[in-house]
């Protein structure tokens, strides 16, 4: 029996505001995602402090292309 070495990150499909989000690369559908918490200096700068400074990516599991959007999703 295998032992899990590691936590394969899940693939999702995204939906955007009821559309399906594709890569705009290559196209591709199928996303990991990753949350991030803001940097506040980095947030101020861009000002983005009216956003609860939550950021969610999805990367591409084809070509790693990176599509970010400020909030969780
Ligand atoms: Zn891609």
Redesign the pocket.
Known sequence: MLMKMFKKPETVNVSIKGKQLS??????SKFTRRRSQLNTRLATFFNLDWANRVATCYI??????VSWFLGKQ
């Open positions: 890569c705009p690369v290559c196209g591709n591409c599991t084809d070509c790693s292309h």
